[in-house]
């Protein structure tokens, strides 16, 4: 049995189908699952071991280049997809995007969601077997398994997150940095700032405070991680709050990224890529909910908490709003701070 995933961005929404992995292995261990992904979220799911090949689709180099090299972009991966011959495709996009994949791949069997389900309808016209999601498939990962629990009822191993390989390599550099900073003896806390949207952000005051209380309170270095130059401004002014207490950790890859985050005892963030790597790789969070639903998005488990904001219209997923500071600042740093040393000394978590 032949079959390709489609999941094609973003970085948390990758992270949040690979449980579909270990269902599938389970169903058939014999199977060949392939994956198709943007190329920029491509790096942690190489030399995955349940992953035989890995497509890169680099929509957004295509774009600028130009409909010519759109066209011959997309046209090569496809050729490649139909060389391959599967036997069925798993959407778990559902939107425009992922059904010219899917739709193209020729597979007989192209499993996706119903009308209900998808993000745009013309990913209809793409798949042949249209799932229908229940009360039970709320959460984003569980939308993934429901289709692949449709396309093969024979499985048996369900996991909250992951499977998520750390590569040697980058694991071996992480030690060697954290030796050089002379982290030793005490918990290694990651503190992530950066998030996507606007309103995803806990606000930088609430995180230079968190950090002094992790400093002052519990003895502990935080390492604040970093995605792009907005992020690394934010993470420097945190640093600085703390009389330069904290580590701003450089940034490399995403295979660097998820190294460190696995040799962590503790990831606070808000809803964003790296708090799901880390639940991926069994690391222990706390996250920050704002305009998203924890219980849709939050890693589960009893080695994860989560926060959300006290007001009336928490979960409205708007990516600008007036309310915007109040919403922010309704999370106390005393709440995180809490459950920050509930995970880290308390024998039961939050």
Known sequence: MKVLIVKVSALGDVVHALPVLAYLKSA???????????QSFSPFL????????????????????????SLHGALSIIRDVRKSRYDCV???????????????????????????GVRESLNLLATNRKVPLSANDYHVTDRSLAIARTAFPDGTEIINAGPLPVSDAAAMQVVQKLNAENFSGLPLVVLHYGTTWVTKHWPLISWQALANKLI?????????????????SAVQSIQRACNNRALVWPRGS???????????????GSDTGPIHIAAAVGTSTVSIF?????????????????????????????????LDTECGLSIPVDTVFDMVKAHLYSAERV
């Open 46 to 69: 190489d030399d995955h071991p349940l992953i035989d090949t890995l497509y890169r689709i680099d929509t957004r180099a295509w774009r600028k280049s130009g409909v010519k090299a």
């Open 216 to 232: 002052d309170e519990l003895g502990i270095k935080p390492v604040l991680t970093w995605g792009n130059d907005q992020e690394l």
């Open 90 to 116: 798993l959407d778990l996009q559902g939107n425009a995007k992922s059904a010219m994949f899917t739709l193209s791949s020729g597979a007989p069997l192209r499993f996706g969601f119903d009308r209900g």
């Open 28 to 38: 058939d261990p014999d199977m060949q699952i392939d994956w198709l992904v943007e």
């Open 254 to 268: 995403l295979k660097d990224l998820t190294a460190l985050l696995a040799r962590a005892d503790l990831v606070v």
């Open 290 to 322: 704002r305009v998203t639903d924890p219980k849709r998005n939050a890693p589960r488990g009893s080695n994860h908490s989560h926060v959300s904001t006290a007001m009336d219209c928490s979960a409205c997923l708007r990516k600008t709003c007036e």
